[in-house]
């Protein structure tokens, strides 16, 4: 079972991050006659999708007892846009195939994934939720991983892009037949839940949270889009060793990940992803400081460290937040709605700012997004529990 959510959990939240491979490659092959922020929109539409069905949409299908039907329809869904991918010659292909349908599929994904894990554990879950989320860094599937943008990179010159395309495609498929066979939930909600709660809005705590959730996820994204692009275009690296700046990226995520999970549990989530938050975006301030291949790899990985515990512990601190936790599930889901225009928007427009400003338009982008998420985080703990500092939140 355990295994199972690792590769599961592959081809949720983290699908939007090994996007930054085929961003690379996109501007300098198939589409470089697109501008960066044009390329962008492909990813970023794949992590909408994926944030906005798999939060919003997916919630009320899965409490009437339709999980497994979920995870039927987002393997399929998943591959077919993968394979699709595999075969675009167009800008508007690959925004239907990789963006639209990649991103839906993997929406039909992320809530089982998240749902069922409460339900195995009555302590520490915030600590096997981050667990479970380390599998998307991992690459146990298709997206976030450290090992999928290397397959790519190794796969696309010997075999072309198509077959390279397919092959993920056929690991995605194989691993995911692990959770098709021995997923099981204990149990639904007794009663469906709606779309919308409209009473959780004059919760000014919830409020502030969901802000700092679209400004984290708005700036939270683009050194995943953008720092092999960045390594390779200023020659801080060879080519051949740029293409493995994500996975370094995506190897500081998985401990960042699992480690502040196990402090959350402890000390709360709130108080976890506060710092955490405003440290991610100092680090992004330095981005354009790098100059040497050792800084650039401690940068890839503290990055990923931090942006890897605010991908983890929103959950949590969603649940702490909810002021009925029958509802807890349609909370999540409107937070996370919302959430999805940041990571829908954030990504094009650090693209317009690399296009005219150079790369320290996206470098301040991404440092001042996380720091603003931090501080909405920070009035929101204020707001809970007001100025006191020893207090689980």
Known sequence: ??????????????????????????????????????????GSIQAFMLNFAGGFLTGPIYDAGYMRELIYVGTVTAVFGMMMTSICKEYWQFILAQGLTVGV???????????????????????????????????????????????????????GFGWATRVIAFIMLATLAIPITVMRAKNFPSTRRPFIDTKVLREVPYVLFTFGEFCGFAGLYLPFFYIQTYAISKSIVSPNLGFYMLSFVNAGSFFGRIVPNFFSDRIGPLNVIMPFSILCGIIAFSWTSIQSTGSLIIFCISYGFFSGTFVSITGPALATL????????????MSFAFSAMGVLIGNPVAGVLLDSAGWIGPAAFCGSANVLAGLFIAAARWWKVGWKVWVKV
């Open 105 to 159: 599929g993997a929406g039909c994904l992320l809530l089982p994934s998240v749902a069922v894990m409460p339900a195995y554990f009555k302590t520490r879950r915030a600590l096997a939720t981050g667990i479970g989320a380390s599998g998307s860094s991992i690459g146990l599937c298709h997206s976030r991983g450290i090992i999928y943008p290397i397959v790519f990179h190794r796969l696309q010159p010997v075999i």
């Open 322 to 333: 909810s002021p009925d936790l029958a509802l807890v599930g349609t909370h999540m889901g």
């Open 1 to 42: 079972m355990r295994i199972s959510w690792l590769a599961f959990k592959s081809l949720g939240r983290g699908i939007a991050n090994t996007y930054g491979a085929f961003q690379t490659y996109y501007q300098g092959a198939l589409l470089e006659d697109q501008s960066s922020s044009r390329i962008s929109w492909i």
